[in-house]
């Protein structure tokens, strides 16, 4: 059973327009939300965070919304630029141990220009 | 932010023989590494926490004597893939925390076993 999913496989937007990557999870238990960005061949570079107490965090062009009774999270990109594009992956934890993370199989972004 | 490396970046070996991945904070301390494998097109799987000074705690369905976990000082991890078949290929990614929630990760090693 899957506890993170990213049902999204791909998303493809314009330039300057807004991306939205969607994330879904049914372990109640996870309090603390993480969205990273992986390029290619490389590990996943910490982009944002959420705790279970809050239901938005916002940090320049990126937000992550949190609906917990929905058990969904979505991380905003506005505006994308062609050098977000990248693998964005979805994680949870249980409390702030952001290291034993339950990840989603990611969304490819890409942003044409 | 802080670094932390992985070496090699890339292997091939030949089945049956073993892999070692070392895993290090470059300008920081870890007391916690963790290993991850990350199979094409899928997520980040935890294999395993490291501990420094301790032995690793394994994920459920990951072996121990397959894939051992060594944290020997607050900057270093290895894991070693012993006896290596193809379907252990695989990119590996290690991370690191720095207290509180803060974790970085390396690059990934690529590992191909012929």
């Known amino acids: 059973d899957q506890q993170v999913k990213q049902n999204s496989p791909s998303l493809s937007v314009q330039e300057g327009r807004i991306s939205i990557l969607n994330c879904d999870y049914t372990n109640s238990m996870f309090d603390y939300f993480l969205w990273y960005k992986k390029y290619p061949a490389e590990g996943p570079t910490f982009l944002i965070s959420?705790?279970?107490?809050?239901d938005k965090n916002e940090d320049g062009r990126f937000t992550v919304f949190l609906n917990k009774s929905a058990k969904h999270l979505s991380l905003h990109i506005v505006p994308s630029q062609p050098g977000d594009s990248a693998v964005y992956f979805c994680a949870a934890s249980e409390g702030a141990n952001a290291g034993k993370s339950t990840f989603g199989d990611g969304t490819t972004l890409t942003v044409k220009p | 932010g802080a670094v932390v490396s992985q070496h090699p970046s890339w292997v091939i070996c030949k089945s049956g023989t073993s892999v070692k991945i070392e895993c290090r904070s470059l300008?920081?301390?870890?007391?916690?590494m963790f290993w991850y494998r990350q199979f094409p097109k899928q997520s980040l799987m935890l294999m395993a926490t490291?501990?420094?000074?301790?032995?690793?705690?394994?994920e459920q369905g990951v072996e121990k004597d397959k894939f051992l976990i060594n944290h020997a000082s607050l900057t270093l991890s290895t894991l070693t893939v012993t006896s290596a078949h193809p379907e252990d290929s695989s990119f590996y990614i290690c991370s690191a925390r720095v207290g509180g929630d803060a974790t970085f990760f390396g690059p990934g090693t690529r590992l191909t076993v012929l």
């Open positions: 490291s501990n420094e000074g301790s032995k690793a705690t394994y």
């Open positions: 300008d920081f301390q870890a007391t916690t």
């Open positions: 959420i705790s279970s107490i809050k």
